[in-house]
């Protein structure tokens, strides 16, 4: 029995061994390729040579921790994955450099943790070569980008996109940090089908993620785009910066996508959080989001467009800042079980939540509340030229406005079973008969 039980020890060691072994036949390092990984050496020529040595049928592409200067861009093969050490999304750690007592000011030399990529190509032009092109199949994982010659505290200086197709399907990007890009990701405007993002955290200045002609599903998760480089790189001492990317900056741009799943993806202190329109000929999508949200913006979700037979749909979602639902959309727009946190801050608008157009914006179970004390808005809810429906909802506090305004050109309403704290009453301009306001309670907290 005894030598039955080593047997099999011994042949399950073999096993483990070998499957070890095949593992790391597809696995080679960037510094067996020439990478110095010192933030000095041009690491380009050594990264590329790495990748293009799989061939077809691809492999992993090892990146050991290191600062990894490199002056153009970097195309990653078919097949293949550019692997650093993260095995989850990090945030930006500043380290001692080598033979440095300090790291150095962040506009010259900051050394930071991980598998670190400077990027330095294209400045002062928001077009051109991606610093990273990902192919069919292709992989960023664990992968720390930083941007070394962006201007702290100063108006950005504008780059080309960080991460971006190159027209193929099922790229990848799993457990990276972009800290500062000017633009993010872009698997928009080359065909990125089946792209699958898990796990990406950042500060892109002006624009976050750009999604388009997508005509299989694509999935976005856990996306947190945080001020990462004016807050943990900077120390908070970037208001110059965090002003203009709260007056410029848009997290999240979804034009044509045939159901795009996203989930616990989140958004702060951008002028506009989730923005969905029309990019190209294909026209607008359709995205499901779940338990994600925009904080502190000017206009958590601006909706120009969305695909007029399923429209996009919010889940235990919170939105804090403006909704703005605009004329040229024609698509349903749905919100379950989600916080709504009208917002004006610094910004002067007509209303706190806008809705207009030919599509019906519905709100089933969800809480809306005025978190400005004293919004710079005449209404918190205007329906100027639009469908709405609203059950089952409760309206905890309104900053004093009416709930909700109907204007003349709304088009249908159907306002049932929500409690309102205050006593304000729905305001009813409408010149339709399509109107249905019923048993709703008012001033439950006045009394």
Not at 47 to 71: C, E, H, N, R, T
Not at 244 to 260: H, I, L, P, Q, Y
Not at 272 to 287: C, I, M, V
């Amino acid at each position: 029995m005894l030598l039955t039980k080593l047997a099999l020890a011994a042949a399950m060691a073999a096993i483990l061994c070998a499957h070890t072994y095949a593992a790391n036949e597809f696995a080679v390092s960037v510094k067996a390729f020439g990478a110095k990984g010192d933030g000095v050496t041009d690491d380009t020529a050594a990264f590329q040579k790495a990748m293009d040595s799989l061939g077809q049928a691809g492999g992993i592409v090892q990146v050991p921790v290191g600062s990894y200067l490199i002056k153009t861009h970097l195309s990653v093969p078919a097949n293949v994955t550019l692997e650093g050490v993260w095995t989850a999304p990090p945030c930006p750690t500043k380290i001692k450099a080598p033979g440095q007592p300090a790291a150095a000011p962040a506009n010259d030399k900051t050394w930071l943790a991980g598998s670190v990529l400077l990027a330095v190509e294209g400045a002062g032009k928001s077009t051109g070569t991606p610093f990273i092109s990902l192919g069919t199949n292709s992989t960023l994982k664990g992968i720390t980008v930083y941007y070394p010659e962006q201007k702290p505290d100063a108006e950005p200086v504008p780059y080309p996109w960080c991460v971006a197709s190159i027209g193929a399907d099922n790229p990848s990007i799993i457990d990276c940090l972009l800290v500062n890009p000017y633009q993010g990701v872009d698997f928009g405007t080359r065909v990125a089908g089946r792209h699958y993002i898990r796990n990406l955290y950042g500060q892109p200045l002006y624009k976050g993620l750009f999604v388009d002609v997508c005509f299989d599903v694509g999935r976005l998760e856990n996306i947190h785009f945080w001020p990462f480089w004016t807050a943990h790189v900077l120390g908070g001492k970037a208001p110059k910066t965090d002003e203009w990317v709260f007056k410029n900056g848009t997290a999240f741009v979804f034009a044509r996508s045939d159901w795009e799943y996203v989930s616990n993806c989140f958004a702060i202190s951008y002028k506009t959080g989730f923005h969905f329109t029309k990019a190209s000929a294909p026209g607008p999508g359709n995205y499901l989001m779940t338990q994600s949200g925009a904080d502190c913006s000017d206009v958590a979700l601006l909706v120009d467009e969305t695909q007029g037979h399923s429209g996009i749909s919010f889940s235990n979602s919170q939105l804090f800042g403006r909704i703005v639902v605009n004329e040229t959309n024609t698509g349903p727009v749905r919100f379950t079980g989600c916080g709504i946190f009208g917002a004006s801050g610094p910004i002067e608008a007509e209303e706190m939540i806008k809705i207009a157009g030919r599509g019906r914006v519905s709100f089933d179970n969800c809480s809306f509340f005025a978190i400005d004390p004293k919004p710079k808005c005449k209404h918190f809810m205007n329906v100027t030229d639009g469908r709405l429906g609203i059950s089952n909802s409760v309206f905890i506090g309104t900053a004093g406005k009416p709930p909700i305004v109907l204007g003349e050109k709304t088009r249908t309403a159907i306002i049932t079973s929500n409690e309102f704290y205050s006593s304000m009453q729905i305001v009813n301009n409408a010149k339709t008969a399509d109107i249905i306001i019923k048993d709703n309670l008012f001033g439950t907290d006045e009394k």
